[in-house]
């Protein structure tokens, strides 16, 4: 029995060669499955795969850059906040953090480690779970997937194709292109912070060319796990990873024993700059900005090369503007300096007293129909009564203040009165002759008030409206030294009939002493004399967009303009009669730095050389002996200036235009509505409210001496005067010019 049990488990020579023929047909079978499944992963059958002009251009979501003119960046437009840099802008010690890290045989695989693979595969079934993706397959995820998938089948299968997609990377590209590729796309968690550009301006505020061992060992470090690796949420687990990354450098070889024992005893030290949207300086300008370039590259048709549209959040570009980054900053210095005064005068003059009492009351209500809130109650299908009572419901909100945002409890409606009574304030400063802005102020806190008032607001002008009427007169051959009537009148009759307010300081009155004293009725006597549509005509030229209808008020400002307007204006005066359009953009390129749109401004010849001249001479008297004095006396500025103060009717608008022969700046200055303002004269006249912020820019742009703006005086026009300007010697020298005017006005 026992003798056929054992026969019968004998292997014969048959059965071996039968179960040998079995196993190769398993293991070919086994490989050439295999084989066909990575096949068919490599053609897509499980996925789309990059194909070769994906992995020539890939894609990723690249914030733009807003440029100033001396190379500082003001700003980004972004899904995600990333921008890119090349290997010679990354630190040494990023990318061997990196290799010690991540991947040591970096240099020495080509995408795919497969001596660390099976290692790997060993450690995990024993229980020890590790990572064997290589830099180059990291980077294939971040490039080509929409991340780790989260189950064991999808992700086998994503793993494959990481395989594919890193051995296509290392036949098309570096392995120094592939460390900048990855450093470009990482993502660092918090704070919308993608790209070792973004993470190093947001953790420490620098460059990543700049990043010392600690700094480049956090940022390693993070990319384990960006959110347990916080160095702002959980700094003691920031500090462990920082540790072993460094360590990992010394048993690489990048640093030494004692390096590594003395880094790892350093404190975690920050220097935070959160990016948002909004933040940074010039964020008004920033948003002008992004809606005139899509605006502009939808009429020039400018698209992609495979036509499709480019998208300011995710391609990239890099936007060279005008802007000077000191300038804009001391712009804002000046703004936030002199309206923390005038806020408070504000504040105090509606202590007592209800702003919103009679007619007014209906700004409130106003103010309710337009807000979100009311639009979201309306659309909830809630009632006037329902809507009421949430407006008067108290809710915890911040509010804005110039000593910062508060974070308090009132109700929707309080705060429309609370925001209603916040003082605005807009400001631009250009060069006349290249049309350049250098500096652009759109209001007082983009976070709570986005509305820009430098070009897309527009207010009363008022009396920064009268050097267009002395300019028609001037380019018609009359003398700043003539002299006009300066007494009411009215001009016009019935219906028609119109009669400017104000006082007079004497008359007869020469045309100069009119303009600096910035008398209503001699200046209306004057457009009665040019004529309104002539006067009309000429403010349209020099570049005022809004309506100016051609009634004789228009002299008095009776017309809305924007800041952008009237400054483009002003600076055809200093500009020999000039027009150069204000320029804020000079080009955009795409992230490879190939140009793709350059702005090139509108120039106009819009008045006669000297009669520029002539205006710019009269401009100056308002500062040297009129109503824009106190730049003299109270601020002490003492170069060649000149300007024009502008009050709109209950001192609603008060605005200055001030100019100097390299810079010509706009400022306004007024409540959100035209019916809340200063009670007094006083308080809200252009020298007092608008004034002083032209005045405090300049003391900064003239104390910096890298900006090289000099103090000469306005040059002459080619060829000279004809005229003489000096009004002691206009008898002697023109009186008979004086009486053939006299005779032709019926004096």
């Not at 190093?200 to 460059?207: G, I, K, Q, V």
């Amino acid at each position: 029995m026992s003798k056929q049990v054992k026969k019968k488990n004998t292997l014969t020579t048959e059965d071996t060669k039968r179960y040998t023929r079995t196993f190769w047909k398993v293991l070919i079978g086994l490989i050439l499955l295999g084989f066909l499944f990575i096949f068919s992963v490599g053609v897509g059958l499980f996925g789309k795969l990059p194909t070769f002009r994906d992995l020539e251009n890939p894609k990723s979501n690249l914030a733009s850059e807003v440029i100033s003119d001396d190379g500082v960046v003001l700003g980004t437009y972004f899904v995600q906040n990333r921008s890119n840099v090349r290997y010679n802008e990354l630190s040494p010690n990023l990318v061997q953090a990196l290799i010690a890290t991540e991947d040591k045989r970096f240099y020495r695989h080509s995408g795919i480690d497969y001596r660390r693979t099976f290692t790997i595969i060993f450690y995990n079934l024993i229980g020890k779970r590790q990572g064997a993706s290589t830099i180059t397959q990291q980077l294939a995820l971040n490039l080509f997937s929409e991340g780790r998938a989260r189950s064991t089948g999808k992700r086998i299968i994503q793993k494959f194709q990481e395989w594919i997609t890193a051995v296509r990377l290392e036949r098309n590209y570096t392995k120094e292109e592939i460390i900048t590729m990855y450093f470009n796309t990482v993502d660092f968690g918090a704070y919308n912070t993608y790209g070792i550009k973004s993470a190093a301006r947001t953790y420490f505020n620098t460059t990543p060319d700049k990043l010392d061992v600690k700094q480049a060992a956090i940022l390693v470090g993070m990319l384990k796990g960006p959110g347990i690796y916080s160095p702002v949420r959980y700094p003691q687990n920031a500090i462990r990873r920082r540790n072993v990354v460094i360590e990992n450098m010394r048993s690489e070889g990048f640093i030494t024993r004692e390096e590594s024992l003395k880094l790892q005893k350093e404190p975690l030290v920050l220097d935070m700059r959160i990016s948002k949207y909004g933040g940074g300086p010039a964020p008004y300008f920033r948003a002008v900005l992004k809606r005139e370039i899509q605006r502009q590259f939808n009429e020039l048709s400018i698209t992609k090369a495979d036509g499709t549209p480019w998208d300011l959040d995710r391609d990239g570009l890099k936007i060279y503007t005008t802007i000077n980054s000191k300038m804009q900053s001391y712009a804002e210095e000046a703004q936030k300096e002199w309206m923390k005064t005038v806020q408070a005068s504000f504040d105090r003059q509606w202590k007592t007293r209800d702003p919103f009492r009679g007619d007014k009351a209906k700004l409130l209500e106003m103010g309710m129909k337009r807000s979100d809130r009311y639009r979201m109650l309306k659309q909830a299908g809630k009632s006037d009564a329902e809507i009421k009572k949430d407006f008067d419901t108290p809710v915890p909100m911040t509010i804005f203040t110039w000593d910062g945002d508060k974070d308090t409890t009132m109700t929707p409606m309080d705060s429309i009165r609370y925001n209603k009574l916040i003082l605005r304030n807009s400001f631009m400063s250009m060069e006349p002759q290249t049309g350049y802005v250098r500096a652009w102020v759109g209001g007082v806190n983009f976070e709570h008030y986005k509305y820009d008032q430098v070009k897309m607001g527009t207010r009363q002008v008022g009396s920064t409206a009268k050097p267009f009427t002395y300019a028609v007169a001037i380019d018609n051959g009359f003398s700043p030294c003539f002299q006009v009537p300066n007494v009411p009148l009215t001009i016009g009759s019935g219906p028609y009939a119109w009669t400017p307010r104000g006082e007079s300081v004497g008359s007869p009155i020469t045309l100069r002493r009119a303009l600096a004293n910035s008398q209503n009725f001699a200046t209306a006597y004057m457009v009665n004399e040019v004529g309104a549509r002539a006067v009309a005509t000429l403010t349209k030229r020099m570049g005022i967009t809004s309506d100016v209808p051609e009634y004789p008020s228009i002299s008095l400002g009776a017309y809305e303009a924007s800041v952008y307007d009237m400054v483009g204006a002003y600076s055809a005066f200093v500009n020999h009669g000039v027009w150069v359009e204000p320029t804020y953009v000079l080009r955009v390129e795409d992230k490879n730095g190939m140009p793709i749109y350059e702005k090139t401004p509108r120039v106009s010849k819009v008045l006669n050389s000297e009669s520029a001249y002539i205006m710019v001479d009269m401009l100056k008297s308002v500062v040297d002996g009129g109503s824009g004095g106190r730049l003299r006396w109270r601020y002490n500025l003492t170069a060649p200036m000149g300007g024009k103060t502008g009050t709109t009717n209950d001192n609603a608008d008060a605005w200055f235009i001030g100019i100097t022969p390299e810079l010509v700046s706009g400022v306004w200055t007024g409540a959100e509505d035209r019916g809340i303002s200063f009670a007094s004269m006083a308080e809200g006249q252009g020298a007092q409210a608008a004034l002083p912020v032209f005045a405090l820019y300049m003391q900064k742009v003239y104390a910096d001496t890298t900006l090289h703006y000099t103090k000469d005086d306005f040059p002459l026009p080619e060829g000279g005067l004809t005229r003489e300007l000096d009004c002691s010697k206009y008898q002697q020298f023109f009186g008979e010019e004086e009486e053939q005017l006299d005779d032709r006005l019926g004096f």
